[in-house]
């Protein structure tokens, strides 16, 4: 039977039992778990859920959710502005604030100008489809992120995607020539690896071709590169005129929101024609608010972005991963079950880590996700080797290593 086929006559959503028992069966069914504002899970027995649980699956990457400056940067503009932003961009949304969050952005980076979207998301599917049409080649790493994924799939552009991290294979899309204009897209920190795409390899193929490099620095901002500046930054391309990046406000910045940086004429071109900027409602000003406080506080305090790759790196060494490129710890387990399992000894001692199976990741590689924090203390450390002892250690054995080939 077809999975959409109605299991009752006149149910349309009839398929929908039957798709959730296949889900069941394939360890794939994801939960929902609220927290407290002291991160507890509400309902858990005490064993299950401790008083105060450490947080190692956020990609709150620099402890900055909580600062209190940040906090008091998003109070002062929810007093200053109001709760929303009150329309899109081109007509109430922006305000001054705005407008200095875009500078200090830009400033931070290395990048002429910056446009700020509601979210990452947005900001990635504005760019690619506002920079590419039916004529055009996006060239895309087959471990890029769901966001650049259905920004490829709105383009109307045609897409080849590429081995992980295969420059070779990037040369050889751009020397068709078939195109009118070409566009090649990573992520600069792979979210679920953890590992960096090679930057300078890249933008040396592209410019050769005269295409375009897009960098998501999701993962990159706050963490890579020196005082936190992104990867771009750290090779030395950001500003360069064939390279635009995209960010996001909600991981190392601790608030929300998303931005693309770039040439001011990527701006204005941006500003006419890309979709989820004209459309969306602008970004709520406390949100604002508090990413401007955040990266006031990683200029002013560079050595944050030093402290959380250091402390990403003993996360690795404590469970047996590959060195980190930023702050994610991807620990590879194989299937749905043993992942979900040692997820949940994790918890059960205290640590909160990421779980990602199919279709986040490759099937037979599900894993943990562990995220470091500028923030950690040696207290927080040792908890951490013993939660991971403990989830690790009861695995049965021959649990796999990374990934060795590309999916």
């Known amino acids: 039977m077809h999975p959409r086929t ?19 069966e394939a360890g794939l069914r994801r939960v929902v778990r609220p927290r407290t504002p002291d991160g507890r899970t509400p309902g858990n027995p005490p064993h299950e859920d401790p008083a105060h649980p450490l947080d190692l699956a956020s990609n709150d990457y620099l402890g900055l959710s909580r600062h209190p400056e940040v906090i008091e940067g998003g109070v002062r503009a929810l ?27 830009a400033h931070h980076t290395g990048f002429a100008s910056a446009l700020v979207f509601a979210s990452g998301y947005a900001a990635n599917l504005g760019v690619l489809t506002a920079l590419t049409g039916p004529d055009d080649l996006i060239v895309s790493d087959e471990r890029n992120h769901a966001s650049l994924v259905d920004a490829c799939r709105l383009s109307r552009a045609r897409v080849l995607v590429i081995p992980h991290a295969d420059v070779e294979a990037v040369d050889n899309a751009l020397a068709e ?11 600069s920190v792979f979210s679920a690896d953890g590992d960096l795409a090679p930057l300078a390899a890249l933008h040396a193929v592209t410019r050769a071709h005269g295409a375009l490099l897009v960098v998501d620095e999701a993962h990159s901002l706050g963490v890579v590169g020196p005082g936190g500046r992104g990867a771009l930054a750290d090779v030395g391309l950001a500003g360069e005129p064939d390279v635009i990046a995209t960010v996001t406000l909600s ?35 406390a949100c604002a608010g508090a990413a401007l406080a955040a ?44 992942a979900v399992q040692a997820a949940e000894i994790c918890r059960a001692h205290g640590v909160a880590v990421g779980c990602f199976r199919p279709p986040t990741v490759p099937p037979g590689t599900s894993r943990l996700r562990v995220a470091a924090r500028a923030d950690l203390t040696e207290t927080d450390l040792a908890q951490a080797a013993g939660a991971f002892a403990a989830a690790l250690g009861t695995l049965p054995p021959g649990v796999p290593g990374p990934p060795g080939t590309p999916r």
């Not at 502005?81 to 705005?98: E, F, M, P, Q």
């Not at 006419?272 to 000003?285: E, K, N, Q, S, V």
């Not at 702050?327 to 749905?336: I, Y």
Request: proline share 6%.
């Open 6 to 24: 109605t299991d009752v006559v006149g149910n349309p959503l009839g398929w929908l039992d039957s798709h959730a028992r296949r889900r069941e």
């Open 79 to 105: 007093r200053t502005w109001g709760a929303g932003s009150t329309g899109s961009r081109l007509v109430t949304g922006t305000t001054t604030l705005h407008g200095d969050l875009e500078n200090a952005l």
């Open 177 to 187: 020539r078939s195109w009118q204009h070409a566009v090649v897209v990573t992520d």
């Open 251 to 285: 991981k190392a910045l601790g608030s929300q929101g998303g931005a693309v940086l770039g040439p001011p004429a990527v701006r204005a071109h941006l500003i006419d024609t890309a979709r989820t900027f004209i459309f969306d409602t602008g970004l709520a000003p």
């Open 295 to 338: 990266v006031e506080i990683l200029t002013s305090t560079p050595d944050l972005a030093d402290d959380v790759r250091r402390h990403a790196r003993r996360l690795a060494a404590l469970t047996g991963a590959p060195r980190p490129a930023g702050a994610v710890v991807s620990v590879v387990l194989g299937e749905p079950e043993r």
